[in-house]
């Protein structure tokens, strides 16, 4: 079993940065793939981006694309979800998660650890 524990969050301004922290635990080695998704009031659990544990390679949905990094600590477990240029429509839980795939993608369906989500609003 893999643990991951989130931190960060909270209320940004919109034009700010967001970062979050998210802290693996447990059977780490078998982690391919660490994304983080976003739910808002009334929608789907949706995509945000994603790291490869392998080679750092890193995926994002287009809606993110040029604001979003992700960081990592690979001695400590912990990779770094951040966004810039917040907008209000960013205002969403966020779910940091992990999977064992390799090819995990943005398809919730294949990731298989799951953070306790952190909120974030992002104010006009």
């Known amino acids: 079993q893999v643990q991951l524990v989130e931190s960060g969050g909270g209320l940004v301004q919109a034009g700010g940065s967001l970062r979050l922290s998210c802290a693996a635990s447990?059977?780490?080695?078998?982690?391919?793939?660490t994304a983080w998704f976003r739910q808002s009031s009334g929608k789907g659990r949706e995509f945000v981006a994603g790291i490869s544990s392998r080679d750092g390679r890193t995926f994002s949905t287009d809606s993110v694309k040029g604001r979003s990094t992700i960081p990592r600590d690979r001695p400590k477990k912990v990779v770094y979800p951040q966004m810039n240029s917040l907008r209000p429509k960013d205002t969403a839980d966020y779910y940091c998660?992990?999977?064992?795939?390799?090819?995990?993608?943005?398809?919730?369906?294949?990731?298989?650890?799951w953070g306790q989500g952190t909120q974030v609003t992002v104010s006009s």
């Open positions: 998660t992990a999977s064992n795939k390799l090819y995990a993608g943005g398809n919730h369906a294949y990731y298989d650890y």
């Open positions: 447990g059977r780490t080695a078998s982690i391919h793939t």
